[in-house]
């Protein structure tokens, strides 16, 4: 691409972006405006223009997941040599690289996990801690060291900011531990996350040999999410600039929801002020989402109240009107559940892969409903935070096999299918396992692998050229060393948190109500401000279909005393207003008939057949909850049966014709 065609790839916000090459630079960039596009645009802009040379570029982010994007859209756009790393790894990088010289021998072995050490320091102290403790200390030590937080101005600090000692301690006894924690961790050799940018950082200000040579290396910075930089960062940001003002930053205010660990929004509030003559865009095109959701996101802002003189950006919908956001009400948490998974199998069936499909929520505790939920239709699910994708076993076993593949591969065969052959040996296969667990969970990550393998011979064959198996394993290093895994298929369930920098064609937000979202606990003005940005991010992760809803109850017949999120209060449709979804709030209680025992009783027969037939256990067919569901609603046609909790596609293809006989022969058939 010439300089020309990269600029005519973008619309005006964003060729704004790319044709300030020299720094400083604001870029104040909307949900789904494209801030990645026009940003590596930018970067490739500056690079064939001849005002950047590659090498001299760092672009840094936040998570290994974007920043493999970046290096992906960099590389797609014909640009080698640019670093675009998360800050940790830029920092880790360069620590290593200097350390020999700077400090002499290894440099200390990175701490997986604070929690033992946290222990071992409360510990020392006669410190009563359990797990959940532990837990809580560890962040709150994380925190005093992003914010740039010594053990001697804790106290202060800590008093200043209103926070509140965690597990039952004060202040005090925490500025305690801080240090016991430092002495626990030196005394073992290794150092924590923090201490990366903290030791890189101050060898920059003690070392100007080391200093020069970083700052003659990169001379030009990109910071994305910038919303979300912390103290720590900061600093470290500062020393590779020294004093320097190339730099282009790029966030939104109202994605700022990582307060408590130590983010803030103050460094891109103020980045006019902190650099004057600064050039800011502002990008509000929004090319993800409807003008349905992008409606609903907008007032969402609207009605907060205003942060220090600060006005949220007012998004513009670019794509096609579509269906309106759904509103529903239900009786209880369980029955949420089960109506999301109802939900979510009528989109599948419509054609909506499961990997573009989210379950939301506020807290990761809420995860165990819809996991059963889905699990009892038969529907996949990726959970968000669990077991990192290139720790798993079979994806370390594949990739072996891959590696040998790449080797005794015959150069003419058809990448995609040498690697097929491949991890047939480790497991995979080309239909999916019938039942739900570790062994579908297996074959999902390999079919992840799978599907990486067509994509990149696609890209390959667009190019003019032919990817190999050895391209497949390059890739899948470069992606493992970035913790940049594949897309699983699957529904996707996650906290509002964990959601942050994704999309997907539907979400589904729930337990909307209060003590949920707003948290329990938010009683400030800045943190009930960032509960309800933690929303807004919510609603702008969606493309097309977007569903909140709520339960009036926790448990199944408990007293229906829950209220909904005072976010919501004057767009729920109840309230009158329509724009965003039906007039009427769709209220989906539990059934609370009784099913026909005839009925119930010729279903249980056909079961056990089944059961036998198939040498399965009669509950892997359908389960009892479900056969009772089926006895008392006497569904009459497939969208009615698709309607029941516990009955997916799956099952639908498999017995549907089955079951809808029963009840017809039943003779209790209802319209």
């Given at each position: 691409?010439?300089?020309?065609?990269?600029?005519?790839?973008?619309?005006?916000?964003?060729?704004?972006?790319?044709?300030?090459?020299?720094?400083?630079?604001?870029?104040?960039?909307?949900?789904?405006?494209?801030?990645?596009?026009?940003?590596?645009?930018?970067?490739?802009?500056?690079?064939?223009?001849?005002?950047?040379?590659?090498?001299?570029?760092?672009?840094?982010?936040?998570?290994?997941?974007?920043?493999?994007?970046?290096?992906?859209?960099?590389?797609?756009?014909?640009?080698?040599?640019?670093?675009?790393?998360?800050?940790?790894?830029?920092?880790?990088?360069?620590?290593?690289?200097?350390?020999?010289?700077?400090?002499?021998?290894?440099?200390?072995?990175?701490?997986?996990?604070?929690?033992?050490?946290?222990?071992?320091?409360?510990?020392?102290?006669?410190?009563?801690?359990?797990?959940?403790?532990?837990?809580?200390?560890?962040?709150?030590?994380?925190?005093?060291?992003?914010?740039?937080?010594?053990?001697?101005?804790?106290?202060?600090?800590?008093?200043?900011?209103?926070?509140?000692?965690?597990?039952?301690?004060?202040?005090?006894?925490?500025?305690?531990?801080?240090?016991?924690?430092?002495?626990?961790?030196?005394?073992?050799?290794?150092?924590?996350?923090?201490?990366?940018?903290?030791?890189?950082?101050?060898?920059?200000?003690?070392?100007?040999?080391?200093?020069?040579?970083?700052?003659?290396?990169?001379?030009?910075?990109?910071?994305?999410?910038?919303?979300?930089?912390?103290?720590?960062?900061?600093?470290?940001?500062?020393?590779?600039?020294?004093?320097?003002?190339?730099?282009?930053?790029?966030?939104?205010?109202?994605?700022?929801?990582?307060?408590?660990?130590?983010?803030?929004?103050?460094?891109?509030?103020?980045?006019?002020?902190?650099?004057?003559?600064?050039?800011?865009?502002?990008?509000?095109?929004?090319?993800?989402?409807?003008?349905?959701?992008?409606?609903?996101?907008?007032?969402?802002?609207?009605?907060?109240?205003?942060?220090?003189?600060?006005?949220?950006?007012?998004?513009?919908?670019?794509?096609?009107?579509?269906?309106?956001?759904?509103?529903?009400?239900?009786?209880?948490?369980?029955?949420?559940?089960?109506?999301?998974?109802?939900?979510?199998?009528?989109?599948?069936?419509?054609?909506?892969?499961?990997?573009?499909?989210?379950?939301?929520?506020?807290?990761?505790?809420?995860?165990?409903?819809?996991?059963?939920?889905?699990?009892?239709?038969?529907?996949?699910?990726?959970?968000?935070?669990?077991?990192?994708?290139?720790?798993?076993?079979?994806?370390?076993?594949?990739?072996?096999?891959?590696?040998?593949?790449?080797?005794?591969?015959?150069?003419?065969?058809?990448?995609?299918?040498?690697?097929?052959?491949?991890?047939?040996?480790?497991?995979?296969?080309?239909?999916?396992?019938?039942?739900?667990?570790?062994?579908?969970?297996?074959?999902?990550?390999?079919?992840?692998?799978?599907?990486?393998?067509?994509?990149?011979?696609?890209?390959?064959?667009?190019?003019?050229?032919?990817?190999?198996?050895?391209?497949?394993?390059?890739?899948?290093?470069?992606?493992?060393?970035?913790?940049?895994?594949?897309?699983?298929?699957?529904?996707?369930?996650?906290?509002?948190?964990?959601?942050?920098?994704?999309?997907?064609?539907?979400?589904?937000?729930?337990?909307?109500?209060?003590?949920?979202?707003?948290?329990?606990?938010?009683?400030?003005?800045?943190d009930l401000a960032e509960e309800r940005r933690l929303l807004y991010v919510g609603v702008t992760r969606a493309r097309e279909h977007l569903e909140l809803s709520y339960a009036r109850s926790r448990t199944p017949g408990g007293r229906g005393n829950r209220r909904r999120s005072r976010f919501l209060d004057g767009l729920w449709p109840s309230d009158?207003?329509?724009?965003?979804?039906?007039?009427?709030?769709?209220?989906?209680?539990?059934?609370?008939?009784?099913?026909?025992?005839?009925?119930?009783?010729?279903?249980?027969?056909?079961?056990?057949?089944?059961?036998?037939?198939?040498?399965?256990?009669?509950?892997?067919?359908?389960?009892?909850?479900?056969?009772?569901?089926?006895?008392?609603?006497?569904?009459?046609?497939?969208?009615?049966?698709?309607?029941?909790?516990?009955?997916?596609?799956?099952?639908?293809?498999?017995?549907?014709?089955?079951?809808?006989?029963?009840?017809?022969?039943?003779?209790?058939?209802?319209?």
């Amino acid at each position: 691409m010439s300089p020309d065609d990269l600029l005519d790839a973008l619309d005006p916000d964003q060729r704004a972006v790319a044709g300030a090459l020299t720094g400083p630079v604001c870029v104040l960039a909307g949900a789904g405006t494209g801030k990645t596009r026009a940003i590596t645009h930018r970067i490739a802009y500056g690079v064939r223009t001849g005002v950047y040379a590659p090498t001299s570029v760092l672009a840094v982010t936040f998570t290994a997941r974007a920043a493999g994007e970046m290096r992906t859209r960099l590389r797609d756009l014909g640009v080698a040599g640019v670093q675009a790393r998360t800050f940790h790894s830029a920092a880790l990088r360069q620590l290593r690289y200097f350390w020999p010289r700077v400090v002499g021998g290894p440099v200390p072995e990175l701490l997986a996990q604070k929690a033992p050490v946290v222990a071992d320091a409360a510990h020392r102290l006669g410190l009563s801690v359990d797990r959940v403790a532990v837990r809580d200390l560890a962040s709150e030590i994380e925190w005093a060291k992003v914010s740039r937080i010594t053990a001697e101005d804790y106290e202060t600090a800590a008093a200043a900011a209103g926070r509140p000692a965690p597990a039952g301690h004060d202040h005090q006894v925490i500025a305690r531990l801080i240090t016991a924690y430092e002495d626990a961790k030196d005394a073992r050799g290794v150092m924590d996350m923090e201490d990366i940018l903290w030791l890189l950082a101050g060898m920059l200000v003690d070392n100007g040999a080391v200093a020069d040579e970083v700052r003659g290396q990169y001379r030009r910075f990109v910071v994305d999410e910038y919303q979300d930089i912390s103290p720590l960062q900061k600093f470290l940001l500062d020393q590779w600039l020294g004093g320097r003002d190339e730099l282009c930053v790029v966030g939104d205010p109202a994605q700022t929801i990582y307060s408590f660990a130590g983010a803030t929004p103050h460094y891109l509030t103020r980045f006019t002020a902190d650099h004057p003559g600064s050039q800011v865009v502002k990008l509000v095109r929004d090319y993800r989402s409807t003008p349905q959701v992008v409606g609903l996101a907008n007032e969402v802002l609207r009605r907060a109240p205003k942060e220090n003189g600060w006005q949220p950006l007012e998004l513009i919908a670019q794509r096609p009107s579509a269906g309106p956001v759904r509103f529903a009400v239900y009786d209880d948490d369980e029955a949420e559940a089960a109506g999301v998974a109802t939900r979510i199998s009528r989109l599948i069936a419509a054609g909506t892969r499961p990997s573009q499909i989210a379950v939301l929520y506020r807290i990761n505790s809420q995860s165990e409903a819809f996991e059963q939920a889905l699990a009892a239709i038969g529907i996949g699910y990726v959970l968000r935070g669990g077991e990192r994708f290139f720790a798993r076993r079979e994806v370390r076993d594949a990739i072996t096999t891959l590696r040998g593949a790449a080797v005794a591969a015959d150069p003419d065969d058809s990448m995609p299918q040498a690697a097929r052959d491949a991890l047939r040996a480790v497991g995979w296969s080309e239909e999916a396992p019938a039942a739900r667990g570790a062994s579908r969970e297996r074959w999902d990550s390999l079919s992840a692998l799978v599907a990486l393998a067509d994509e990149l011979a696609s890209t390959a064959e667009k190019a003019g050229g032919r990817a190999t198996v050895a391209d497949l394993v390059a890739d899948l290093d470069e992606r493992a060393a970035a913790q940049h895994a594949p897309t699983v298929e699957g529904v996707t369930l996650a906290s509002l948190h964990a959601a942050k920098g994704l999309e997907w064609d539907a979400v589904f937000l729930t337990g909307l109500s209060e003590g949920l979202v707003p948290w329990a606990s938010a009683d400030t003005t800045a943190d009930l401000a960032e509960e309800r940005r933690l929303l807004y991010v919510g609603v702008t992760r969606a493309r097309e279909h977007l569903e909140l809803s709520y339960a009036r109850s926790r448990t199944p017949g408990g007293r229906g005393n829950r209220r909904r999120s005072r976010f919501l209060d004057g767009l729920w449709p109840s309230d009158g207003r329509g724009r965003f979804g039906r007039r009427e709030v769709e209220s989906v209680p539990r059934t609370t008939g009784e099913p026909d025992p005839a009925l119930l009783a010729a279903l249980k027969e056909w079961r056990r057949e089944v059961a036998t037939r198939t040498s399965k256990p009669d509950f892997t067919i359908i389960g009892d909850v479900t056969l009772a569901s089926i006895a008392e609603l006497r569904p009459a046609s497939v969208p009615d049966l698709a309607r029941i909790h516990g009955i997916g596609p799956a099952k639908i293809d498999r017995y549907g014709t089955e079951l809808l006989d029963l009840v017809a022969r039943a003779g209790k058939v209802v319209g």
